[in-house]
Structure formats: structure tokens, C-alpha cells
């Protein structure tokens, strides 16, 4: 579950016609004159284009759609999402076009979209229009409590240790949390200041209990055999604080001072519906 996702221009078509020109009409000898040859090009390409539609979706079930998209709206992601957080405030009612949604990069492999649409009107948490274009929370978004935020801070860990980025780096840790059997509410990578992956996690549970189980399973657990470095994330910033000399390392505070300016926060951006001429 992951970073901001940006959306592409337009939703890539599920069914691509492919019809090869044909010149000039076949003589009367038994073969399909010109016009039947192209109208049966048309279905062939139509139905192939079916198969590996049908053959796509079954790779993917409607759990799997949800996931991401309650993930997208939840109350962790929701308010860090520059994007999704302002074209949700730009509706009256909060509709986001399920389109956009759909143009998402870790979106692209559920299609066809309609079945993209009918996996969300299986959500709990979402609502999908009768017309099946738009989609928003069923319970609009409330700015959390200061007990709220200490809660998620204390449920929490770091680890560290995952290598090199990959192209599914994102996927591959989140199934590697999901295996211990744990409600996860969100993993989010850490980088650097030029977006370079640490090879670390703040991983947040659902419960404080579950982060607790976490934290005490041994042996500890390895990622591909890598040793890992497992914290709960208020003795993580303990450390960091002990090492940083409680205000020693100047440079490290103008980091992180000018880390937490470009840091979106949409409740301290103000609430206001703003509409998009």
C-alpha cells in the first residue's frame, strides 16, 4: 500500500480493434470477398480481446480491488494524498470519477473496469453511483484526535532491512506483513530527500495488540534471509533522538524541519470545497 500515485492522461481501453486493411475484393472462387474478410477480423480480434480481459480479471478477485481502493479513501492515506485529497474536495458531495481512480498505477492490472465497479459495490467503507461512474467514502472524513494520532503512533514499527527497490517493492513487503496474519492499516516506505528508498518501513496496525505480537514474535523474523532491524516506531524515535544528541546535530533538525514544510497534511489545508472550473 503505498506513496502518492499520480494518474495517467486517459484509462487504457480493455478491447483494442485490430483490423488489418484489405485492398480490393477477392474474386468470386470460394474465398471470403473483402467486406466479410474485415467483419470477421473485427469479431475474431473481439473476441480474443475478451479471453484476455476474462483471463486478466480472474487473476484478481473483488477483495483484491477493495483493498486497495478502501486503502486510497482510508483515514491514514486519505489526508496525506494531495491528488485524491483535493479532487475529493472539489465535489460538492465528494464523488471522485471511478475512471481516475481506475487510471491509478497500482489500478491498472484490475480491468475491465467493470469489474472494477462491481468489486467496489461490495465495500464497506465505499459508496459507488447508481449510474456506476463515481465513487466516494460512505462517512466523510473527520480530522483525528490528538488520542487518535498517539494511538496510530503507538501501534506503529519500524523496520528495516528490505535491499534494494524493486518495481514491486511496495506489493512484495505488503504480502510479507500479510502472511503473519495481522490487520495492516498501511506501509509506508521511507526515502531520502532525493526519493531514494532506506530500505525501511513504518508499518501501522490495525490494533495496538497486533503490533505488540509483532514486535515480540521470535525468532525475529527475516525478509529473503535479510536480517531485519525491528522497532516499535516511539522506540525508533527514541533512538533517533538519543543519536541526534536531543538538538546536537543542527543539520539533522534543518532535515527534518524542512522535510515536514513539503509534507502535505489536506486538514491543514483547510476544509473548504473548492470546485475546478
Given at each position: 500500500m503505498s506513496e502518492v500515485?499520480?494518474?495517467?492522461?486517459?484509462?487504457?481501453?480493455v478491447e483494442e480493434k485490430v483490423e488489418e486493411p484489405v485492398e480490393?475484393?477477392?474474386e468470386s472462387t470460394g474465398?471470403?470477398?473483402?467486406?466479410?474478410?474485415?467483419?470477421?477480423?473485427?469479431e475474431e480480434s473481439k473476441e480474443e480481446s475478451k479471453e484476455e480481459s476474462k483471463e486478466e480479471e480472474q487473476k484478481f478477485t473483488a477483495e483484491d480491488v477493495i483493498r486497495q481502493v478502501e486503502f486510497?479513501?482510508?483515514?491514514t492515506n486519505?489526508?496525506?494524498d494531495k491528488f485524491l485529497w483535493r479532487t475529493v474536495q472539489s465535489n460538492e458531495q465528494g464523488w471522485v470519477s471511478i475512471n481516475t481512480i481506475a487510471s491509478f498505477n497500482r489500478m491498472k492490472k484490475f480491468r475491465p473496469i467493470s469489474f472494477v465497479t462491481e468489486s467496489l459495490r461490495k465495500s464497506e467503507l465505499l459508496e459507488v453511483s447508481e449510474n456506476g461512474e463515481l465513487l466516494k467514502r460512505k462517512q466523510p472524513i473527520l480530522e483525528p484526535k490528538e488520542t487518535d494520532k498517539q494511538l496510530r503512533f503507538q501501534k506503529s514499527v519500524y523496520v528495516k532491512g528490505f535491499g534494494e527497490e524493486t518495481e514491486s517493492i511496495q506489493e512484495d513487503i505488503e504480502k510479507w506483513f500479510s502472511e503473519f496474519g495481522y490487520k495492516i492499516n498501511e506501509v509506508r516506505?521511507?526515502?531520502d530527500?532525493?526519493?531514494?528508498?532506506?530500505s525501511s518501513v513504518f508499518v501501522e496496525f490495525d490494533t495496538l495488540e497486533d503490533s505488540q505480537k509483532f514486535l515480540e514474535i521470535s525468532p525475529k523474523p527475516k525478509y529473503n534471509e535479510n536480517e531485519l532491524l525491528i522497532l516499535s516506531k516511539p522506540a525508533y524515535v527514541e533512538m533517533k533522538?538519543?543519536?541526534?544528541?536531543?538538538?546536537?546535530?543542527?543539520?539533522?533538525?534543518?532535515r527534518s524541519n524542512n522535510f515536514k514544510k513539503r509534507k502535505f497534511n489536506g486538514f491543514k489545508q483547510g476544509n473548504k470545497r473548492q470546485r475546478k472550473d
Open positions: 500515485e499520480k494518474p495517467v492522461e486517459s484509462v487504457e481501453k480490393k475484393q477477392v474465398e471470403p470477398k473483402a467486406e466479410e474478410s474485415k467483419e470477421e477480423s473485427k486510497y479513501f482510508s483515514d486519505l489526508p496525506k516506505l521511507r526515502r530527500d532525493n526519493k531514494k528508498f532506506k533522538a538519543q543519536n541526534s544528541n536531543f538538538g546536537g546535530d543542527k543539520n539533522h533538525h534543518k
